[in-house]
């Protein structure tokens, strides 16, 4: 008989997973876009809110419904090569190339930058992250039970300290909510709705979901169904302390510019604001903490990634990816953090409508019999699409013109596909193609993609 979990073991999953998803980062961003939105700061956030909160959630869903052993598996419905690159790429984005380096980068913002003076900014950078990647690379090559005993006094830590900061900020705000800057005086609700891919946790989400799956299987839970509903039980948890605190945050930087003034990235926001309403004692307590926030964050990261290429490439030992994984990081992270948040953005307008289409096509994968033929498809047309997206980004992000063969093209899509200019260009024709491709499923009765028979069976 299987066990019947309580709530009290679905309260330790979903803290566990918000955990997994809370870093530093997940302050920062919410800080920025509520200075930005000023007035429009809940239309702002609702848009957030969809991309930072429900889609990792869907995509934690997506991972118990789909039965699949991890990320890779369930991308092999597409293509086995294709499930290769898409894996290695998501583990990069949330790994070495931008996630990792940026735990250095606030942690440094945060933590050390308000003590640093003038003319002596890259050399602390350069000093603290050649710290904290060290510590990373020791922790992560000596794994032990002292990180994992960090992570679960870490965040209870944190929600205590920031529940007392934002009771403060409702109570006595430090001023009135300002006018919305120009990116926010049009187009809110999507320009929210985008800025919550920069908290990456719907890519990581796909990752995460088989820990809290093999964490619900350790508990007694075995069949697909009970899976499942524990997941939609214990991830409700985690998302909803992960939506209070973002609302909370936004509330905070929109009330905060009066102040403080308008900053580039949310960690001054957050040290400012700890100072204002707890002196020094309150500005060092905040960056102790973040400082722990990021570091469990970026060793976690890190040996996720070095697993999961070890894997793929045995030859290259464990040892030697963590070693690769951490200098890397220590170099990207001396770009500074809003140089790695600009070049970030280019790749996630790129995997993001790949992994959420991904998600959608194994909710709706019963319906065309899992033909592969769907699942490849939608796909195509995304990548099609996502991929000028990026592009396009990549040119806006560095003030350049397009490159010539792309101006046709994005001049097409700009005229043809609905919701194009707010970033979702590619949400009508991929349900186009489902139905088209999807029928086409069922009525000749496509086979069912190999990959999907093995992990069902």
């Known amino acids: 008989m299987e066990t019947k979990l309580s709530f009290s073991s679905y309260l330790v999953i979903g803290v566990m997973l918000f955990a997994l998803f809370f870093g530093a980062g997940n302050l920062i961003f919410p800080a920025s876009l509520g200075q930005n939105a000023g007035s429009n700061v809940w239309i702002a956030i609702a848009g957030f809110l969809i991309t930072g909160v429900g889609l990792p959630f869907l995509g934690l869903l997506a991972m118990g419904y789909s039965g ?10 597409i293509h086995p090569l294709y499930a290769v690159i898409f894996t290695s790429v998501l583990y990069l984005t949330i790994g070495p190339f931008f996630a990792i ?24 950078l350069g000093i603290f992250t050649l710290i904290f990647f060290g510590l990373t690379l020791w922790f992560a090559l000596n794994p032990a039970k002292l990180v994992d005993r960090v992570g679960k ?21 430090m001023g009135s909510i300002g006018e919305p800057q120009e990116a926010y005086t049009s187009g809110v609700f999507m320009k929210g709705f985008t800025e919550g891919y ?67 990235s949310g960690g001054p926001v ?13 500005m060092i307590l905040m960056a102790v903490i973040i400082f722990l926030a990021c570091l469990t964050t970026s060793i976690g990261v890190t040996m996720a990634c070095g697993e999961y290429f070890n894997s793929l490439f045995p030859k290259i030992s464990y040892k030697l990816y963590i070693v690769i994984f951490s200098v890397f990081s220590l170099v990207v992270s001396n ?3 809003s140089n790695i948040i600009t070049y970030s953005i280019p790749v996630l307008m790129f995997i993001y409508p790949l992994a959420i289409v991904l998600m959608l096509l194994t909710f709706a994968s019963p319906l065309f019999k899992h033909a592969r033929l769907v699942y490849v ?40 596909l609905p919701f194009y200019s707010q970033g979702l260009g590619w949400l009508v024709p991929v349900l186009i193609v489902m139905l088209v491709t999807g029928i086409l499923g069922r009525v000749f009765n496509l086979s069912i993609a190999p990959v999907y028979k093995r992990v069902t069976s």
Not at 68 to 77: C, E, G, H, K, V
Not at 270 to 278: D, E, I, K, M, R
Not at 381 to 405: A, E, N, P, Q, R
């Open 377 to 416: 498809a939608a796909t195509i047309v995304t990548f099609l699409i996502s991929s000028i997206d990026g592009l396009k980004t990549l040119c806006t992000s560095l003030g350049m013109d397009y490159f010539v063969w792309m101006k046709p093209i994005v001049s097409f899509y700009e005229n043809t």
């Open 153 to 173: 006094f870490l965040s209870p830590a944190i929600l205590v300290l920031l529940s007392i900061l934002l009771i403060m900020v409702i109570v006595k705000p």
């Open 270 to 282: 957050l040290s400012g604001t700890a100072s204002h309403y707890f002196g020094s004692f309150g």
């Open 101 to 124: 380096p940026r735990t250095g980068a606030v942690a440094y913002e945060v933590g050390i930058a308000p003590f640093v003076g003038t003319g002596l900014e890259q050399l602390a």
């Open 335 to 337: 770009i500074g953090l």
């Open 68 to 77: 699949s052993r991890s990320l890779q598996d369930l991308a092999s419905r």
């Open 198 to 264: 920069n908290t990456m946790d719907a890519l990581a989400s796909l990752v995460f979901g088989i820990i809290v799956i093999n964490t619900i299987r350790k508990m007694g839970v075995t069949s697909k169904r009970g899976i499942l509903l524990a997941t939609v039980k214990s991830g409700g948890i985690a998302i909803l302390l992960l939506g209070i605190v973002y609302v909370g945050i936004a509330y905070l930087g929109a009330t905060s510019t009066q102040l403080l003034g308008l900053f580039d």
